[in-house]
């Protein structure tokens, strides 16, 4: 091959696992000539990742097109293309909205990328929807361009059958199948002898994999396990794990690996047990707090959080206090919060979207408050203790100051100049905000 390779910009919106499909789309396009650039102005080829879970999620995707239009503009042979869940959800109604667009591709054909650039260049214009029931990208090898050199997302599972009222995701990434265990140990492997040190395990719902290898069932429990105590130098993360599906035999797992982070996302949505029923979450709050309960009895340091919905179809003030009630008795480090936001074709998009929107305006910021007041309690009590931290770099702040996670999922700030990230440090807590702790090697 002669002359500079193709040039390709990923720009990736949404959860982990949109993160993780960028590496697979970047690993995919680079067996077919293109080389990863980090400016959108030197592309050749521009792919935005997107996210359907929210109306603002997807509000902004197209403001960004519009920017990429304007650039396409002053560039004609640049091609741009839509991928992921607004791809899927939106179809070619894209192609409408942004004009310009070259190229759709949802979560199932990114194999597909490189004929459909092809496909493009002849018809001007080239889309593929089409959901699979068994695509996993096992035997992509992903580029891990974006997570550093220290930790890396592997998926092990994907799409979604929960059908949770309000969520679009079962409709954007389709049925839920599981990745074959050994591609799985392939890839950490290989991750491993990279020099990783931080992987972590992603799916919408981790806690339904299910594979069968040789006669033998693995399911979620049987998976980390595995993992764990063939990689003891790997710290281990998942994510997400449904409430409904999170069994004592994962949490004896994780109490009995030294390796297994002492951290787990835990997605309550909502303290009210009318609401919950409506969203379709297959839980009670007590249900919930059982398994809080389970996990801190066989894990006293461990770290939770969560994600909560404000303003939910139907939502009354006593369901809203009933979550506010909820959080304080979870007594969460972090939480990531939303308004609820209806998603066409969904089971609640049949349902009365009435809590009004200042209503809802007011109960997230009152659920912000209170996670910012039991995020500072919950770091103040880390202060005179000790712990690991894996090193990741220099703090943005000063060149004088790096960080790292402790296994509780923490960042942890301290003064040193030159140690090598992916180095374990002990550090003792000295001070912190809701967001952060301050240390000092010991
Ligand atoms: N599979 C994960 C689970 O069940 O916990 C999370 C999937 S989703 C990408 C992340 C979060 O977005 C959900 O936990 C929920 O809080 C939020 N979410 C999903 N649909 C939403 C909607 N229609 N409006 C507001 N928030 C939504
Ligand atoms: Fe959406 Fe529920 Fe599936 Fe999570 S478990 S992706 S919230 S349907």
Do not use: W
């Amino acid at each position: 091959m002669t002359g500079k390779k193709k040039q390709l910009y990923i720009e990736t919106y949404g959860c982990q696992m949109n993160v993780a499909d960028s590496e697979v789309v970047a690993s995919i396009l680079k067996s077919d000539g293109y080389e990863i650039c980090s400016e959108a102005a030197n592309a050749d080829l521009i792919l935005v990742n997107t996210c359907s879970i929210r109306d603002n999620a997807e509000r902004k995707v197209l403001s960004r097109g519009r920017e990429l239009q304007a650039l396409k503009k002053k560039k004609p042979e640049l091609r741009i293309g839509i991928i992921g869940c607004m791809a899927e959800r939106l179809s070619e109604t894209l192609f409408e909205k942004l004009k310009g667009i070259d190229l759709l591709a949802g979560p199932d054909s990114y194999k597909k990328l490189p004929d459909l650039l092809r496909q493009a260049e002849i018809e001007k214009k080239a889309a593929d929807v089409v959901l699979s029931t068994t695509e996993t990208y096992e035997d992509i090898d992903p580029e891990h361009y974006q997570t550093g050199s220290i930790t890396a997302f592997v998926s092990i599972m994907r799409g979604c059958n929960n059908f949770c009222s309000y969520c679009v995701v079962p409709y954007t990434r389709g049925r839920e199948r599981s990745r074959p265990l050994q591609s799985i140990l392939q890839e950490i492997e290989a991750l491993y002898e990279k020099n990783f040190h931080e992987i972590t395990l992603l799916g919408q719902n981790v806690n339904s994999y299910h594979f069968s290898d040789a006669g033998k069932e693995f399911d979620f429990p049987a998976l980390l396990d595995r993992i764990a105590s063939e990689f003891p130098q790997l710290r281990i993360r998942f994510a997400t794990s449904h409430p409904k599906d999170l069994s004592e035999a994962l949490v004896k797992v994780m109490a009995n690996n030294k390796n297994i982070c002492k951290s787990i996302h835990l997605p309550v949505q909502s303290g009210s047990d009318v609401v919950l029923k409506r969203m379709n979450r297959k839980y009670t709050s007590a249900d919930y707090l059982k398994k809080i309960e389970l996990l801190r009895k066989h894990m006293p340091d461990i770290s939770i959080s969560t994600d909560v919905i404000a303003g939910f179809c139907g939502e009354t003030d006593e369901d809203h206090q009933a979550t506010i009630d909820l959080m304080k008795k979870a007594d969460y480090y972090y939480a990531f919060m939303f308004k609820y936001s209806r998603r066409e074709g969904t089971a609640a998009a049949k349902m009365q979207d009435d809590v009004p929107e200042k209503i809802k305006s007011e109960r997230l910021t009152e659920i912000i408050n209170l996670q910012q007041e039991l995020s500072l309690q919950n770091n103040r009590r880390d202060i005179g203790k000790t712990f690991e931290v894996l090193v990741e770099g220099h703090s943005k702040r000063s060149k004088k100051q790096m960080f790292g996670r402790t296994e509780q999922n923490k960042v942890v700030v301290f003064d040193a100049e030159n140690i090598l990230p992916g180095t374990f440090v002990n550090t003792v807590i000295t001070d912190c905000t809701a967001a952060t702790l301050k240390g000092k090697i010991v």
